[in-house]
């Protein structure tokens, strides 16, 4: 029985009504960052550490956007072609590395497209991102739902967010789209792209528990291909490709083996959140039946949040092409190299790929963050301007990295005005990203 207090207690209560003709509350701030996935986080980590106030607004519960809730638990475009891993992404891509790997929380794992990604467990990704912003003194906005911008001689001034605390409006002398949808130019008014062949669809990811995982690392690739290939549909699954990954002894075996449409409508969007665990259901119910060594005890632990590829994104002062990425063209103006392949997934069925040879790198021109019609909004991440093939290329989370450093270091060196920046030195800073180790 437990104690019993003597303590008085103010039972008590107090009587509030929200004044809804109120003005709202104005927080002020150097630059303000929408979205708190990768790119995000790295636009704003680099700017605070540049002395610079800046607020991190993030629609969802949590930081991390979709590297965090998604599931992904991949960094993609880390590397440069061939058979040994040679880093082309830096900033808070090496910081990563070095931290969850102390912790055992990332492993480097040879792709099948001539290159290496790294797995690495979302969690410990999570609470490095909580840790980082916080050191750094950035401000976290998490539940915050951009509703409206307001637009004024070709400036955003302002942005309006709804929080279940209140609404907000934050003023800014520029501000990062790293939405992934685009979604500040979009309530902005502002000109944005749509692919115009159809969807580009997002995949449902999962983490399984119970799996065997011996018994796994005996089923190769192409094994499990096949037997989509010539079975999946009779499990009612679309998508004919699947990556499957055991950390050993984590447990966790994750699973990305589904295609599922990301619509821009509201209600449309919100429907297909369950379709997408229906999904995953079916392709558990596939690897139990066709590979029961490993599956038979099989459960989905974690559904992740439906991961969206490319919906909308700007329509910025240069739209980077598929022929300049197969090209190689190295821009006067780049802020990143790439190498890894276009990759589309514009088919329910399929991947489109096509991979590069190891000499190649392509790069990302600073024109192609910058809106077209505001000089302070720059894009970050899967939202800046590329045509459907070339920016299935640059989206993945090592370019979207140094997307946001170059962000970063454009706004300090240009303040709030994006159209005319001193590129020169804005390259310097960006050597390393670059391959320029001379002007590190």
């Not at 499990?224 to 004919?240: E, P």
């Not at 079916?282 to 590979?291: H, N, T, Y």
Request: with cysteine.
């Amino acid at each position: 029985m437990p104690p019993v207090t003597t303590r008085a207690i103010d039972a008590g209560t107090i009587i509030r009504r929200n004044l809804r003709d109120a003005p709202p509350r104005v927080l002020t701030t150097d630059l303000c960052v929408v979205g708190s996935g990768i790119a995000g986080v790295s636009a704003a980590l680099e700017a605070a550490r540049l002395g610079h106030r800046v607020v991190l607004v993030e629609a969802g519960g949590s930081l991390g956007g979709q590297s965090v809730a998604a599931q992904i638990n991949t960094f993609c475009g880390f590397y440069a072609n061939g058979p040994t891993p040679r880093q082309i992404v830096f900033g808070i891509a090496d910081e990563i590395l070095a931290d969850l790997g102390k912790t055992g929380d990332v492993m480097l794992l040879r792709s099948r497209h001539n290159s290496f990604v790294v797995h690495y467990h979302s969690v410990a990704l999570q609470r490095w991102i909580e840790r980082a912003t916080s050191r750094e003194s950035v401000t976290p906005l998490l539940g915050a739902a951009l509703f409206d911008a307001r637009v004024e001689d070709e400036r955003l001034v302002s942005i309006s967010v709804a929080t279940r605390a209140g609404i907000l409006r934050i003023e800014a002398e520029a501000f990062v789209d790293a939405t992934g949808d685009a979604a500040v130019a979009w309530m902005s008014g502002l000109a944005t792209r749509e692919p115009a062949a159809g969807p580009i669809y997002g995949s449902q990811n999962g983490i399984l528990r119970n799996v065997d995982e011996q018994a796994l690392a005996a089923i190769d690739r192409a094994t499990l291909r096949s037997r989509l290939v010539a079975k999946g549909c009779a499990y009612g699954l679309d998508r004919s490709d699947a990556f499957i990954f055991t950390a050993p002894g984590s447990g966790e075996t994750l699973v990305n083996m589904t295609h599922v449409e990301t619509p821009l409508d509201p209600i449309h969007a919100s429907e297909m959140v369950a379709v997408g665990h229906d999904k995953m259901d079916l392709a558990l119910d596939f690897l139990r039946a066709e590979f029961p060594e490993a599956f038979s005890r099989a459960v989905v632990s974690i559904y992740g949040a439906l991961g969206a590829r490319q919906t909308r994104w700007f329509k910025s002062r240069c739209q980077l092409s598929a022929d300049d990425v197969r090209a190689g063209t190295i821009f006067e103006d780049a802020i990143a190299h790439c190498a890894w392949p276009i990759e589309l997934h514009n088919s329910l069925d399929q991947i489109y790929f096509e991979a590069f040879d190891e000499e190649h790198i392509h790069t990302i021109p600073f024109r192609c963050m910058v809106h077209d019609e505001v000089v302070n909004l720059l894009a970050v991440g899967r939202c800046v301007d590329g045509d459907a093939l070339a920016l299935s290329s640059i989206r993945v989370m090592g370019p979207c990295i140094a997307m946001g450093a170059a962000a970063a270091h454009a706004f300090d060196l240009a303040g709030g005005r994006f159209d005319a920046p001193p590129v020169g030195r804005l390259r310097r800073r960006l050597a390393a990203n670059l391959g320029l180790a001379q002007l590190a």
